[in-house]
Nanobody
Framework: QVQLVESGGDLVQPGGSLRLSCTASGFPFDFYAIGWFRQAPGKEREGVSCAGNVNANTYYADSVKGRFTITRDNAKSTVYLQMDSLKPEDTAVYYC??????????????????WGQGTQVTVSS
């Protein structure tokens, strides 16, 4: 059974940090790119970051570059998203997803085969 389980979401003050985790099972993790997406109320789901599979490249949305860092631990079938200098506009439900082939579009949800249930991140004072 394929599973992607996110954890680490919380309420944090502006300027604070969180680390999200995405742990996978039920598919060959090493062969999949793992992406993080987020969706705020009333907005479309947007790509935040992605850790590639074969080439291990990393990708970031412009809005999070320099603040977020994605890493993957294939031995643990886990991807982490370290989020620093958080802003209120980072508030959203964060989802991780797995894609066997990105078609050169890491931030397009249609290429992802499996999705987690999401974890809430709220940045507020």
């Amino acid at each position: 059974q394929v599973q992607l389980v996110e954890s680490g979401g919380d309420l944090v003050q502006p300027g604070g940090s969180l680390r999200l985790s995405c742990t996978a099972s039920g598919f060959p993790f090493d062969f999949y790119a793992i992406g993080w997406f987020r969706q705020a109320p009333g907005k479309e789901r947007e790509g935040v970051s992605c850790a590639g599979n074969v080439n291990a490249n990393t990708y970031y949305a412009d809005s999070v570059k320099g603040r977020f860092t994605i890493t993957r631990d294939n031995a643990k079938s886990t991807v982490y998203l370290q989020m620093d200098s958080l802003k209120p506009e980072d508030t959203a439900v964060y989802y991780c997803a797995a894609a066997v082939f990105l078609h050169g579009q890491w931030n397009d949800p249609q290429w992802y085969n499996y999705w987690g249930q999401g974890t809430q991140v709220t940045v507020s004072s």
